[in-house]
């Protein structure tokens, strides 16, 4: 019976001009202008001389249209606050209140093209200021709608349309904003996680062979000095020197086996703990029996190395660990949605492949059929030794 578990686990930048967000990501200009097609009937009025004088109505037409895509353009382009943007927005705002009061409510339908520009435009801070603008914006449209003679009902609807309008283009960039910061946090997870591993373990290192390198050193400056004058002696100091390192290589065998290998229950629960810091999820599967602590070990060190690649180079949303013991082999699989491709096979892969190889087993490793990538490594289910100078 089959174990499953699932564990869940744009950068701001201001300027000396007072930029302040920046959306990389997201719909650019061109996905928002086709926006303003909303304003056709303004331009219907124009074009048809309903709106007169039309030596006044055409060129502060003219004047809106260019600076709400001037507007759009830049508060994408350049970053939300940025001043010429704002600029423009305020010009375009006064031109649509203009156009208004002037020529009649039929140039009101101007004003949920003003609100789409203050959802590029504002900039979103701490608060929400592009939604308290918009509200604002909404309110005052309807009421001059309405005293340039228009019904209640054709003022409720620009006021709904506005607010909407800017609600829906203010919300979307926000979206992508937060989207990005995600994305930026998983990756500075992963390099945090990363960098503190290796910083355990070149401590780790350093505290085991500090002192027995520096006996080492002083039992050999004390055979040197005695070689001319007591050779028993000398033959002794360099016997402790060899039974030193044979010690010290032997812990540091136990070292890099506790740091590699500490046997595949808790590599995958180091695993799980990785992978959700860095916002991935993960799903494990397991079939079979229980390996037997060879096996167990070698696998363990190859959730480790892949569960590494899939946090650093993979771009993953999630990743599956997949065990299954058959009858004379044990195959794990690690499998992300990433974006795949050929990766650089680095130490650590190079390594895993000579351990892998040193048991008897195969490791395989590339782009998974649809999408993201695939490591499998197949172990024998016998006692073979785990190959110790592979690292």
């Known amino acids: ?158 006021w709904y349309g506005t607010l909407i309008s800017g609600f829906i283009v203010a919300t979307i960039l926000a979206l992508f904003s937060a989207v990005r910061e995600l994305r930026m946090t998983r990756e500075e997870l992963a390099r945090t996680a990363v960098s503190e591993e290796r910083l355990r373990f070149s401590r780790d290192l350093h505290d085991l062979l500090g002192h027995t390198l520096s006996v080492m050193v002083i039992k050999a400056q004390a055979v040197r000095k005695l070689i001319p004058r007591d050779g028993g002696l000398a033959v002794e100091q360099a016997a402790d020197i060899e039974t030193i390192g044979r010690d010290a290589l032997r812990q540091v065998r136990l070292a890099v086996s506790g740091y590699r290998g500490r046997g595949l229950a808790a590599e995958i629960d180091g695993a799980r703990m990785a992978l959700r810091d860095a916002g991935i999820e993960l799903l494990v599967r397991q079939e079979g029996t229980p390996l037997p602590e060879e096996a167990g070990l070698l696998l363990g060190w190859a959730v480790r190395e892949g569960v590494t690649n899939v946090i650093r180079h993979s771009g993953a949303g999630s990743c599956e660990i997949s065990v299954r013991a058959e009858e004379d082999a044990a195959v794990l699989a690690i499998r992300d949605d990433g974006h795949g491709g050929e990766q650089v096979k680095g130490n650590g892969l190079h390594g895993l492949t000579e351990r892998v190889d040193g048991a008897g087993g195969r490791l395989t490793a590339g782009p998974a059929g649809q999408g993201g990538y695939l490591l499998t490594v197949t172990v024998p289910l016998v006692t073979l030794p785990v190959k110790e100078g592979a690292s």
């Open 1 to 158: 019976m089959p174990v499953v578990s699932s564990e869940n686990g744009p950068s701001r930048a201001g300027d000396a001009a007072g930029i302040a967000e920046r959306v990389d990501d997201g719909p650019g200009p061109f996905g928002l202008y086709p926006w303003l097609l909303v304003g056709l009937g303004a331009v219907s009025d124009v074009v048809y001389g309903r709106a007169r004088p039309l030596w006044a109505s055409a060129p502060l037409l003219l004047v809106f249209v260019v600076a709400v895509l001037a507007a759009i353009w830049f508060g994408l382009r350049r970053g939300r606050g940025d001043r010429l943007a704002v600029g423009l927005l305020i010009g375009l705002t006064v031109d649509a209140f203009v156009l208004t009061a002037w020529f009649g409510h039929g140039m009101s339908m101007l004003f949920p093209l003003v609100a789409m520009a203050c959802g590029v435009v504002v900039p979103w801070t701490r608060r929400p200021w592009p939604m308290l603008v918009v509200a604002a914006l909404a309110v005052t449209a309807a009421l001059t709608t309405w005293l340039r003679g228009a019904p209640w009902g054709d003022a409720f609807g620009i």
